[in-house]
């Protein structure tokens, strides 16, 4: 079945800094979602983006929907250690237009 | 405020037993799914239903069956448990946007262990 190929796997990163993340699918998307869980919680949406070229901000998250509409980033800046967790980004690419996750990137932040 | 609750939390099982998961969820929305998180696996989607009385097959829907009687239920039932189905399972719903799914939102998780 269908996949989003999500970069990178895990990242170890000291606090202050930014961070990057993408998300990759070999078919166009209408809709990216990105998720966050937080150890031992269920995943909780952070941004949706709807249209290509989008750029939207959630606090010091921000997300772009790629011009491709194969693609989505999500950056961090000025990485705090409430960041940790897991993030996913999401789409409808499933039958009958039900979601698809990546395998998240796993974010530790060093105070 | 509920959104969606899981029931129960945690479970152990020995090999062979059978038990049901339950999800309820208060938003009314059309879809709902049920996935399995394991180390280093993601998010494996087990079971969905796009409507009362629907469902299909996931990824890994073996050793599964759901049903979806009711709107705002879905359940999960194992019916003979192996120790590979220790996990922590998560239910979701969402709303329909068009034809696809929209955002989902996750219940907190159940955490089954099968001895």
């Known amino acids: 079945g269908q996949q989003l190929n999500q970069s990178p796997q895990s990242m170890f990163i000291q606090e202050g800094e930014d961070v990057s993340m993408n998300c990759t699918s070999s078919?166009?998307?209408?809709?990216w979602l990105w998720y966050k869980q937080d150890p031992g919680e269920g995943p909780v949406l952070l941004i949706a983006?709807?249209?290509?070229?989008e750029l939207t901000s959630n606090g010091r998250l921000t997300a772009q929907f790629g011009i491709t509409r194969k693609d989505s980033f999500l950056n961090i800046s000025a990485s705090i250690p409430s960041d940790v967790g897991i993030y996913f980004c999401a789409g409808p690419g499933g039958s009958q237009g039900n979601l698809i996750f990546g395998k998240g990137t796993k974010l530790s932040v060093k105070p | 405020n509920a959104g969606v609750t899981q029931t129960p939390k945690f479970r152990v099982l020995k090999t062979g037993q059978s038990m049901t998961l339950l999800c309820a969820q208060d938003?009314?929305?059309?879809?709902m799914y049920w996935y399995r998180q394991d180390p280093g696996m993601g998010l494996r989607l087990i079971h969905y239903s796009v409507g009362e009385g629907t469902t299909a097959k996931g990824e890994v829907p073996d050793g599964y069956n759901v049903s979806r009687l009711k709107k705002q239920n879905f359940l999960l039932g194992l019916e003979s448990a192996a120790p590979s189905q220790t996990s922590v399972y998560f239910c979701?719903?969402?709303?329909?946007?068009?034809?696809?799914?929209?955002?989902?939102?996750f219940g907190e998780g159940s955490r089954l262990t099968v001895l």
């Open positions: 938003m009314n929305h059309e879809y």
């Open positions: 979701a719903s969402s709303p329909r946007r068009g034809r696809v799914a929209g955002e989902l939102f």
């Open positions: 078919s166009i998307f209408n809709t």
């Open positions: 983006l709807y249209k290509a070229g």
